[in-house]
């Protein structure tokens, strides 16, 4: 019941209210007679009465529900004077429908439905829902479209049924409110810092300041500095996945790679179960900008791209794992199974490893609020054109660190090479060296390290501290551009020998398995593993983690769209 669920303060505003019309067209429509025909070929009828709850707040199975005659009204779970109550998002009358993407997952609601004045109903379940927006290419648009406005204003105006009660201070808070927006969970928060009543609530609930962040959720069930993956399990993000039945494909990896091969088996009718450790969008969904996708001429925020992503997986009916990650994978017998943390055995036909690579990173506090804004791991013409004229310092001794100073030298007024040993002869083809010693702009400084770096607010980095490690000297530079060339580190770990890598840990396929590999590996087909194959039948690797990708975005994506045309390949086999 709502009284049951404590959760956002009240807010005087509607969902309506906050939309521009063109917004609120799309957010609510309503259909015509010929369109709510189509949806009542495949839909139970049903007579309701005023008052008549049809959805609860945190209830599973949530159905798709157009309204016929009456009007049905949504409701959030929100704090009025103090004390758990109700607030009305929207009214919905004949021609309009009810729902928001949860509907396309197997995650519980997040609003109440309840019939305002009686009337009639179409229902469809969430299966029926899935195949239909799927055939009617009009009405899907339209559906789509409207759950996903629905739910980025649900997110802006943060009403869902959690409240999180932090600060901006504390590490904690920004983790689990950067987890809630990454995931486009709605959550209201109350700011210890500015908002009086937050202490008071804290107080009525018996917890104390010092315990934020605290999170409630469920059915008043009151989180101290939880965990990502406790604040998933108490939202339930992962409830009602079916994990005993073997799967066509198993993804491993929810970043733009995983993403791509979650959208392309689901569209060609493979039933894909995809398993991330974090949130879903990989490195992608931390970069504040991106300029070289295909498409946005202006660029797109990471968060964006893989959240748009994610709706079109949960589209299709991919089913996502997420705060899960991958331990092991049983590679001796088939059909293969992977081991997740809490000890589940995931079975599958074939596997798509997209766990893509770390960047190896400086031990600095603060390096996240500068990244892609100031601190760049690539170098790139965008790079070199924001550094223009300008000091910049590369770090790394290896041949990527040499390749991006040179090239920065062509536009920056001075590149600082910082390397913690004595000199490049161990770490950098001699070629990269000479051409080093003959720019006259590239300074070398040997047994340094970033100590410090600093800012007058997040992301806008302007000084830069090293030291030497042998004689202990600190200098302080004004500049603000630091390339950190100190090379990716695989996400592999977890494969623990099953399949060929290359030096560095990266996952060999297809041609860049040597003969020797595919012997060590005992390969026991007559044809040679397929292009993005590994050297396990029917276990691909694709983006970041495969040897040899090209470490963008595009080839992440389009590497895992190819990975499921071999995978088809492979299932019928
Ligand atoms: C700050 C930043 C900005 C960038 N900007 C650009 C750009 O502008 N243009 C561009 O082309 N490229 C850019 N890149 C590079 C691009 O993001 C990567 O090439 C791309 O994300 C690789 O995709 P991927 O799916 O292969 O791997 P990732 O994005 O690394 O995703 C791998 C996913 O696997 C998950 N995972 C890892 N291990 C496990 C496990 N054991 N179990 C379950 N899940 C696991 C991770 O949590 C992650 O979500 C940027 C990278 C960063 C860090």
């Not at 927006?181 to 609530?201: I, T, V, W």
């Not at 990244?371 to 550094?387: D, N, R, V």
């Not at 004689?471 to 494969?495: D, K, S, Y």
Request: hydrophobic share 40%; aromatic share 6%.
């Amino acid at each position: 019941m709502l009284e049951n669920q404590v959760i956002a303060p009240e807010n005087q505003v509607t969902a309506l209210e906050t939309m521009s019309e063109e917004q609120r067209q799309q957010a609510f429509p309503r259909l015509t007679d010929a369109q709510i025909a189509r949806v009542a070929k495949f839909a139970a009828r049903r007579h309701v009465n005023a008052g008549e709850v049809l959805v609860e707040s945190g209830g599973k199975d949530m159905p798709f529900i157009l309204v016929l005659s009456g009007s049905l009204e949504v409701l959030r779970c929100a704090i009025r004077g103090g004390q758990p109550g109700s607030q009305q998002i929207v009214v919905h009358g004949p021609g309009n429908f009810f729902g928001d993407m949860t509907m396309m997952t197997s995650r519980p609601s997040i609003v109440t439905a309840r019939m305002k004045d009686a009337g009639e109903i179409l229902v469809l379940d969430r299966k029926c829902l899935q195949e239909f927006v799927q055939n009617d290419a009009e009405l899907g648009d339209i559906i789509i479209r409207a759950y996903v406005i629905r739910r980025v204003n649900l997110v802006k105006q943060g009403w869902g049924n959690a409240l999180l009660i932090g600060s901006a201070f504390s590490a904690g808070t920004v983790r689990i409110k950067e987890f809630l927006e990454r995931n486009g969970y709605p959550c209201a928060y109350m700011d210890l810092e500015k908002d009086e009543s937050a202490e008071e609530f804290l107080n009525k609930m018996h917890v104390k300041a010092s315990d934020i962040p605290v999170l409630i959720c469920g059915k008043n069930k009151v989180l101290r500095n939880p965990t990502n993956q406790e604040v998933a399990e108490c939202l339930g993000f992962n409830i009602g996945i079916d994990t005993d039945h073997m799967r066509d494909v198993v993804i491993v990896g929810a970043g733009p790679a995983g993403l791509s091969s979650a959208v392309y088996a689901a569209s060609e009718g493979l039933k894909p179960l995809m398993v991330e450790m974090a949130v879903p969008g990989g490195q992608a969904g931390s970069s504040s900008k991106i300029e070289n996708y295909l498409g946005f001429p202006t660029g797109i925020s990471g968060t964006n791209l893989t959240y748009r992503a994610t709706h079109q997986a949960e589209k299709f009916g991919v089913e996502m794992m997420i705060t899960t990650k991958a331990m092991k994978l049983d590679c001796m017998k088939k059909p293969y199974a992977i081991e997740v943390d809490g000890g589940r055995k995931l079975m599958a036909r074939a596997i798509v490893i997209a766990t893509g690579a770390a960047y190896r990173k400086l031990p600095l506090t603060n390096l996240s609020d500068f990244e892609g804004t100031g601190i760049y791991y690539w170098a790139t013409p965008m790079e070199a054109q924001l550094c223009q004229g300008q000091e910049v310092i590369v770090v790394g001794g290896g041949n990527s660190a040499g390749q991006a100073a040179i090239f920065l030298s062509a536009k920056a007024k001075h590149v600082h090479i910082l390397i913690r040993a004595d000199g490049l002869q161990s770490s950098m083809s001699r070629y990269l060296i000479r051409r080093i010693e003959n720019t006259k702009n590239i300074t070398v400084h040997a047994n340094t390290e970033v100590t410090g770096i600093e800012g007058p607010a997040k992301g806008k980095l302007e000084r830069i501290q090293w030291t030497n490690n042998k004689t202990g000297a600190v200098e302080i530079q004004e500049i603000c551009h630091l390339f950190l060339m100190t090379g990716a580190r695989p996400n592999t770990q977890w494969l623990d020998g099953c399949v060929a890598q290359d030096k560095q840990g990266f996952i060999k396929t297809g041609p860049a398995l040597t003969p020797e590999d595919l012997t060590a590996a005992r390969w026991p087909l007559a044809r040679p593993p397929y292009f993005l194959e590994t050297s396990l039948p029917g276990v691909f690797a694709v983006g970041d983690v495969r040897a040899g990708n090209m470490k963008r975005i595009a080839s992440a994506v389009g590497e895992g769209s190819v990975a499921i045309s071999l995978i088809h390949q492979v299932l019928a086999e």
